[in-house]
T-cell receptor, first 114, second 112 residues
Framework: GAGVSQSPSNKVTEKGKDVELRCDPISGHTALYWYRQSLGQGLEFLIYFQGNSAPDKSGLPSDRFSAERTGGSVSTLTIQRTQQEDSAVYLC????????????FGPGTRLLVL | QKEVEQDPGPLSVPEGAIVSLNCTYSNSAFQYFMWYRQYSRKGPELLMYTYSSGNKEDGRFTAQVDKSSKYISLFIRDSQPSDSATYLCAMRAMDSNYQLIWGAGTKLIIKP
């Protein structure tokens, strides 16, 4: 079956612009996670969805970051007024409910803010 | 001090060698221990996970957890150039149904 997909794979934007990143989880996976990975760093947790609800948004770095999930499937991560420090790889993962130890990752979106 | 410490490497070994990758942690509540492999410009891929203490083997890979020392290891036997990647450890406490704590990853290079 299809894995987790993310789009776009690469995004170059100018400082101050808004960007929208998309994640398509594995069918049937009700849990969805967004992470940020900077060069040479581990994964920084951003947000977790169970179905369409996000019980924990504490990892979002600032109020410029928001995320939503519709239909218990596709999720979008939006960054408003991008800053250079937002440049990173944004990874999405999904899992069965309560199975955070078996997360399946997408290939990531590489964001570069000029 | 980070909750999970992992040497970033790079660790360079000749093909065929046994590789040992390690993580230490400080939170005694961690019960699930995961190893992910990440190739360049790809997302992490789950290799294996262990619940509580003990060993788990899958082909050339063995995961080991020593909760008394708060130390986990991943051993790779008969290492191949295709094993060259970054290896990330991650951990989860029983009372957290979604939050994984990640190591920074160790870059492994297998020389032909």
């Amino acid at each position: 079956g299809a894995g987790v997909s993310q789009s776009p794979s690469n995004k170059v934007t100018e400082k101050g612009k808004d960007v929208e990143l998309r994640c398509d989880p594995i069918s049937g996976h009700t849990a969805l996670y967004w992470y940020r990975q900077s060069l040479g760093q581990g994964l920084e947790f951003l947000i977790y969805f169970q179905g369409n609800s996000a019980p924990d948004k504490s990892g979002l770095p600032s109020d410029r970051f928001s995320a939503e999930r519709t239909g218990g499937s596709v999720s979008t991560l939006t960054i408003q007024r991008t800053q250079q420090e937002d440049s990173a790889v944004y990874l999405c993962a999904s899992s069965l409910s309560g199975k955070a130890e078996t997360q399946y990752f997408g290939p990531g979106t590489r964001l570069l803010v000029l | 001090q980070k909750e999970v410490e992992q040497d970033p490497g790079p660790l360079s070994v000749p093909e065929g060698a046994i590789v040992s990758l390690n993580c230490t942690y400080s939170n005694s509540a961690f019960q699930y221990f995961m190893w992910y492999r990440q190739y360049s410009r790809k997302g992490p891929e789950l290799l294996m996970y262990t619940y509580s203490s003990g060993n788990k083997e899958d082909g050339r890979f063995t995961a080991q957890v020593d909760k008394s020392s708060k130390y986990i290891s991943l051993f790779i036997r008969d290492s191949q150039p295709s094993d060259s990647a970054t290896y990330l450890c991650a951990m989860r406490a029983m009372d957290s149904n979604y939050q994984l704590i990640w190591g920074a990853g160790t870059k492994l290079i297998i020389k032909p």
